[in-house]
């Protein structure tokens, strides 16, 4: 009988592909010295391009507070205008008050019930957009809130206290709308 097994001699084979290996390992290893700095130039970028996105993601989260203030604030205070131009009316209606109290009288009597009233509804109006009438009287003189148009002399007050309202002022939310004009004691 034939022999019909072949010979397998993987001795040669082996050790050529050992040595191609060998090399392979050698010249990955020569190549790595070479690969660092562009491994450490391509770290460095990465950590670059980190900072840079975290500083704008942050700059972008600070514009949208900013705005949502802005939005804020241009809703509380949008009306201020017109707001102010409505207290002369205001002051009108509270002056045709104290004209028909001094003139007295049966017809000034339902003029002056009509006026309190307008007066009232213009104040509710006001007040629900956030306008309210400041007092000021007995409080210390404060030239952010009082604009002082007198003084007079009282010994029973310390010096600055508002004794009169000449014309009232008025806040819209936290803000001044309209100083008061006041008559303080020296």
């Known amino acids: 009988m034939k022999n019909d097994k072949k010979e397998y001699n993987s001795e040669p084979d082996d050790c050529t592909e050992a040595e191609n290996i060998g090399e392979q390992v050698e010249n990955a290893e020569e190549?790595?010295?070479?690969?660092?700095?562009?491994t450490d130039k391509l770290k460095q970028e990465n950590a670059k391009l980190k900072d840079d996105y975290l500083r704008?993601?942050?700059?972008?989260?600070?514009?949208?507070?900013?705005?949502?203030?802005?939005?804020?604030?241009?809703?509380?205070y949008a009306i201020a205008s017109f707001?102010?131009?409505m207290l002369s009316v205001a002051d009108n209606l509270h002056r045709a008050l104290l004209a028909a109290a001094e003139a007295g009288g049966?017809?000034?009597?339902q003029l002056k019930k009509g006026?309190?009233?307008?007066?009232?509804?213009l104040s509710k109006v006001l007040a629900k957009f956030g306008v309210t009438k400041m007092d000021p009287m007995?409080?210390?003189?404060?030239?952010?809130?009082?604009?002082?148009?007198?003084?007079?002399?009282?010994k029973s007050k310390p010096a600055g206290t508002v004794v009169a309202e000449l014309q009232t002022g008025y806040m819209i939310n936290d803000r001044i709308?309209?100083?008061a004009m006041v008559v303080v004691t020296r």
Request: glycine letters at 2%; hydrophobic letters at 25%; aromatic letters at 4%.
């Open 31 to 38: 190549n790595l010295p070479q690969n660092e700095p562009e």
């Open 56 to 76: 704008a993601y942050a700059e972008l989260e600070n514009t949208k507070k900013r705005c949502a203030q802005e939005l804020e604030k241009n809703s509380k």
């Open 83 to 85: 707001a102010k131009e």
């Open 106 to 109: 049966e017809d000034c009597a």
């Open 115 to 121: 006026v309190e009233l307008t007066e009232s509804e």
């Open 138 to 154: 007995g409080k210390v003189f404060d030239p952010s809130f009082h604009q002082v148009v007198q003084e007079v002399e009282d």
């Open 177 to 179: 709308l309209r100083e």
